[in-house]
């Protein structure tokens, strides 16, 4: 089990004032007063290297919990939660949020702040606190959804873990930065197609879900955002880490036929080319044009004798 669960957070000593609250916000939501407010309270300023913008519009978090399409059975994995804005909006239509944050004063803070904002619903948050990347398990019930705001500088990896770890995931809405959105969710053939569309589309159906505007953060970030849906769906014939491998080694140098892109992985040229046909792939077909599955043929072709020598 992964350290720190929301009990054991719940021992910090910060200051416990009550947050502002508007009538914007009647339904317990953070907006930007309080957001500042807490920040201030925990002395907290955002850093770049945690990917730390937090969300502090209320219609904003209102869009992503409708979009989400979650049901009053659903348990739901956050990450970065940051000072709970999106957990209050999760934690209102689902059955229970397992919350991961990587910094411990935020992780602190956030079972106080449901239980000031919404104290008949504190009992569905658990805390936890660890870097997403590095979890290997995670306490209570098993989650059915992801809805993150995930930190741009890692959200690529940090959904692909937990794609991989959590196989009870059945649906994700994740919000990211808008170029990696548009990578995310790219067909093949499509200028944003790349490893990260072709190892997404190993979990699930992934669609682009709308744009979210800069100004609903704070601080500003410098980039445009939007949100990715996911469904799950069954994995490809074949073997994950094979697949992968044949993925990265395809779209290492984008410009070349798979011929020349495979060399390496397939041993030489030649034998990158007899798998290929193997796999019913034209040798001359770029990376870009290959679906999952096209890969996971290619993965499992069996690799030529002596190719390598």
């Given at each position: 089990m992964v350290p720190g669960s929301g009990a054991a957070a719940a021992t910090s000593t910060t200051d416990r004032r009550p947050l502002s609250s508007t009538p914007e916000q009647a339904d317990g939501l953070l907006g930007p007063a309080a957001i500042r407010e807490l920040a201030q309270q925990l002395d907290l300023r955002p850093t770049k290297a945690l990917g730390q913008n937090f969300l502090h519009d209320a219609n904003t978090i209102r869009k992503i919990v409708r979009t989400a399409d979650l049901t009053a059975d659903d348990v739901v994995c956050e990450v970065g939660?940051?000072?709970?804005?999106?957990?209050?909006?999760?934690?209102?239509?689902?059955?229970?949020?397992?919350?991961?944050?990587?910094?411990?004063?935020?992780?602190?803070?956030?079972?106080?702040?449901?239980?000031?904002?919404?104290?008949?619903?504190a009992d569905r948050l658990t805390v936890v606190t660890a870097d997403a990347l590095r979890v290997t398990e995670l306490p209570g019930p098993a989650p059915t959804a992801l809805v993150a705001n995930l930190p741009y500088n890692i959200a690529v990896p940090v959904l692909l873990h937990l794609l991989e770890l959590l196989p009870s995931i059945r649906t994700a809405l994740v919000l990211v930065q808008a170029e990696v959105a548009?990578?995310?969710?790219?067909?093949?053939?499509?200028?944003?197609?790349?490893?990260?569309?072709?190892?997404?589309?190993?979990?699930?159906?992934?669609?682009?879900?709308?744009?979210?505007?800069?100004?609903?953060?704070?601080?500003?970030?410098?980039?445009?955002?939007?949100?990715?849906?996911?469904?799950?769906?069954?994995?490809?014939?074949?073997?994950?880490?094979?697949?992968?491998?044949?993925?990265?080694?395809?779209?290492?140098?984008?410009?070349?036929?798979?011929?020349?892109?495979?060399?390496?992985?397939?041993?030489?040229?030649?034998?990158?080319?007899?798998?290929?046909?193997?796999?019913?792939?034209?040798?001359?077909?770029?990376?870009?044009?290959?679906?999952?599955?096209?890969?996971?043929?290619l993965a499992a072709t069996d690799p030529v004798p002596g190719a390598g020598r």
């Open positions: 939660p940051g000072l709970g804005s999106l957990t209050l909006g999760l934690l209102a239509v689902s059955a229970h949020v397992t919350a991961v944050e990587i910094d411990p004063r935020l992780a602190g803070q956030l079972p106080r702040t449901v239980a000031d904002r919404l104290p008949a619903l548009d990578r995310l969710a790219a067909a093949p053939g499509s200028p944003a197609y790349g490893v990260p569309s072709v190892k997404a589309a190993w979990y699930a159906d992934v669609r682009r879900a709308g744009a979210v505007p800069r100004p609903v953060f704070w601080p500003v970030p410098n980039v445009d955002s939007g949100l990715v849906a996911l469904t799950r769906r069954p994995a490809p014939a074949g073997d994950r880490l094979a697949t992968f491998a044949a993925i990265d080694a395809a779209f290492a140098t984008r410009r070349k036929g798979l011929r020349a892109a495979l060399a390496r992985w397939a041993g030489s040229p030649a034998a990158a080319e007899t798998r290929l046909r193997a796999a019913g792939i034209d040798p001359t077909t770029r990376g870009e044009q290959l679906s999952v599955t096209d890969f996971a043929r």
